[in-house]
């Protein structure tokens, strides 16, 4: 049934681009639940361009102009993220077993862009993924606060998407660590509680907020000054600026954290917008203690990532049978392959390209909660 989620999709998409719809499938699905059977949500609905252009945008807010059909760039207020989402995290559990160029097979857990130089191995499909988690929480201010702590961490992430990264840190970056991974995707928290939050992981818990930390007064489920470091690591908070939204968040954050805690934020996010967090942050009583700019290791993780990337696209759109029609087939691949690619800030992708030009910052910063 998954599968046919997908298929639906992928028309609408294909058939969106033919006829210059965008289709309800960027922001109709609900996140608070595993989306597995046909919804009647994936309805096209009304014409936005003539010419199958999803969005065209001024290049002196956005960095440059960039167009669907080429690049896949849908810009965020083309799409509700939980809809996104619910089709990616769909689409990761209906193909379980992806092949590596490299011939090693992994489930796709890591929704991260990750930096390079990895420690990993380049055998390991998701190393750069990996590299970015352990390098956000290794910041120096963090070993520092774990040595003079003495005891296990308390650690709660927003936006752990499967807690690919939470497992690795419970496991091996500070396995002692209590860790609470929230995710607004029902989808995500299902693989999380399948494969990394198991008994042998005790340290890990993942928990659904539904519709997410910050939307409609939604608080994290944590006592007030129980929590040593909160985590973020590319999640779209504050992808376009410091909103309603990413105040409320940074204030559950606050809330959470002891005095002192540490608040480790990992993004590419548009460099203005980073400026933008550099007053906002401090006006409510943090601190920055660590910022390192890992833009350009982010560019080389895409580039080292290049052919795994091109192989995830062929296998996760290979199962459907709709790509194999005639003309619909190969309009639905593209348009499949885009979306993919652009989420992955794939070389040629908008998102990339706004990497190469400093346009976007791929940044790690430690702020310390200053009570
Ligand atoms: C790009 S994915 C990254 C997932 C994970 N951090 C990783 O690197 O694999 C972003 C995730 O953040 C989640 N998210 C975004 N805003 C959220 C919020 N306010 N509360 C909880 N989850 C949120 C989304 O549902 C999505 O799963």
């Not at 956005?62 to 690049?71: L, V």
């Not at 401090?282 to 080389?300: C, D, Q, R």
């Amino acid at each position: 049934m998954l599968g046919k989620l997908v298929l639906i999709a992928a028309i609408a998409f294909g058939v969106a681009l033919k006829l210059g719809f965008i289709p309800d499938v960027l922001t109709g699905l609900s996140s608070n639940h595993d989306h597995s059977p046909l919804d009647r949500d994936l309805q096209p609905r009304e014409s936005v361009d003539a010419d199958g252009v999803v969005r065209e945008k001024d290049a002196g807010t956005t960095g440059g102009e960039f167009k669907f059909e080429e690049d896949g760039d849908i810009e965020n207020d083309d799409y509700a993220q939980s809809s996104i989402y619910a089709i990616l995290y769909a689409m990761y559990k209906n193909t379980p077993n992806l092949v590596s160029p490299l011939g090693i097979k992994y489930q796709f857990t890591f929704n991260t862009w990750g930096i390079a130089p990895s420690p990993y191995p380049v055998e390991d499909p998701q190393r750069h993924g990996k590299a970015a988690y352990a390098a956000l929480v290794t910041q120096p201010p963090a070993v520092e606060y774990a040595e003079k702590l003495g005891k296990p961490l308390e650690i709660m992430e927003i936006g752990c998407g499967t807690a690919a990264g939470a497992n690795l840190i419970t496991r091996e970056v500070w396995p002692t660590s209590k860790y609470l991974a929230l995710d607004m995707q029902q989808a995500a928290i299902n693989t999380c509680n399948m494969i990394h939050a198991t008994p042998d992981n005790p340290g890990l818990t993942c928990q659904l907020v539904p519709n997410g930390v910050g939307n409609d007064g939604n608080k994290a489920p944590r006592e007030d000054s129980s929590v040593d470091f909160v985590v973020i690591s590319e999640t779209h908070i504050a992808d376009i600026a410091i909103g309603d939204l990413e105040k409320a968040i940074f204030k559950e954050i606050r809330r959470v954290l002891k005095p002192g805690g540490l608040f480790l934020w990992g993004n590419a996010i548009p460099t203005r917008v980073w400026e933008e967090a550099d007053v906002a942050l401090p006006e409510i009583g943090f601190e920055l203690v660590n910022s390192f700019n890992h833009t350009k290791g982010a560019v080389i993780a895409r580039d080292e990532d290049y052919d795994r990337v091109e192989a995830v696209m062929d296998q996760l759109l290979a199962p459907y049978p709709v790509m194999k029609l005639p003309y619909f087939g190969e309009r639905c691949h593209k348009v499949g392959e885009r979306l993919i690619a652009n989420f992955y800030r794939h070389p040629g992708t908008a998102l990339y390209l706004k990497m190469v030009t400093g346009y976007d910052s791929y940044m790690h910063q430690a702020w310390k909660n200053v009570k």
